[in-house]
């Protein structure tokens, strides 16, 4: 591969999403070691951005970097994945019942939007899965809270690594849609403890189909 253009952004950081995707794909196997050498000859750059770009990964969680032995992709136990959910679960649950009492018809119409996507999106896992988080991520955007948005871009990312097998479950897409027509109805009535209930479900059973 030819030498990477620089963006606007740093070298870095466009390494770092480089490899995040290619974790988030599976190219790059949970527990696997990265090789350094390879990667930076792949990618026609030094090994100093890589290193750099490494760092952020392993500040993510996504990398896990072992003294004398280098950077691996990070193995999530089911120890780790119950705690990711178990935080998602607070965080967006509080989200949902922010937007629930105070979004304008305008925002839940833009949820409704993204929901009917959805619906259409359920014979097609990788569309599913993208509006599914364009789903979520609108909603913390309507709910305004940068340090909650933060902390849960950081868990999603963990969550990732072990998201495809909880949607690999046979009939766990059609569950999932089913509980977002839950929380979409309670939007929509603005119900805002229902709206939280029926959020803290959809992770519990995410959390028992990824398991």
């Known amino acids: 591969m030819a030498g990477l253009s620089l963006s606007p952004r740093a070298l870095y950081e466009e390494v770092a999403e480089l490899l995040r995707q290619r974790i988030f794909n599976r190219e790059l196997a949970p527990g ?44 999530v136990s089911d120890s780790d994945l119950a705690d990711v959910y178990h935080l998602l679960a607070l965080l ?43 789903f979520h991520m609108r909603l913390l955007e309507i709910a305004n809270n940068r340090w909650r948005d933060q902390m849960v871009a950081d868990l999603r990312k963990v969550m990732k690594l072990n998201r495809h097998n909880s949607l690999l479950k046979s009939g766990r897409i059609e569950e999932s849609l089913a509980e977002h027509r839950a929380i979409m109805a309670a939007l929509v009535a603005r119900d805002a403890a229902n709206t939280g209930q029926r959020m803290r479900e959809h992770f519990r059973s995410g959390l028992e189909a990824a398991a």
């Not at 000859?41 to 951005?49: A, H, K, L, M, V």
């Not at 896990?64 to 032995?69: D, E, I, L």
């Open 32 to 75: 696997s070691w990265i090789d350094e050498l390879k990667l930076a000859d792949e990618y026609g750059i030094s090994r100093t951005p890589l290193r750099e770009a490494l760092k952020v990964l392993a500040t993510e969680g996504l990398v896990t970097m072992k003294v004398r032995r280098g950077a691996y992709v990070t193995e």
């Open 92 to 134: 967006e649950s509080d989200a949902a019942e922010v937007v629930a009492a105070k979004a304008t018809d305008a925002q839940l119409r833009e949820l409704q939007g993204l929901h009917s996507e959805l619906e259409k999106a359920v014979k097609n896992r990788d569309r599913f899965f993208e509006v599914n988080e364009a």
